[in-house]
């Protein structure tokens, strides 16, 4: 799921909120977040905009 929501947001191309990740996978919200969490520790992602993300680069 990680490198699903990853590769949602890199294609999105702007910066996304974890409800539109949610959208975009047709995906439940709980691993969505699971997934944001995990990806945040890693510091796989970063929140250039307050609730949105985008990928650390």
Sequence with gaps: ???QVLQ???EAGK???AGEVTKILNADRKE???AFAELKKE????SPVR???APAE
């Design 43 to 46: 510091g796989a992602i970063t």
């Design 1 to 3: 799921m990680k490198e």
């Design 15 to 17: 910066p996304v909120s």
């Design 32 to 34: 969505v977040d699971k």
């Design 51 to 53: 609730c949105k993300w």
């Design 8 to 10: 949602a947001i890199r």
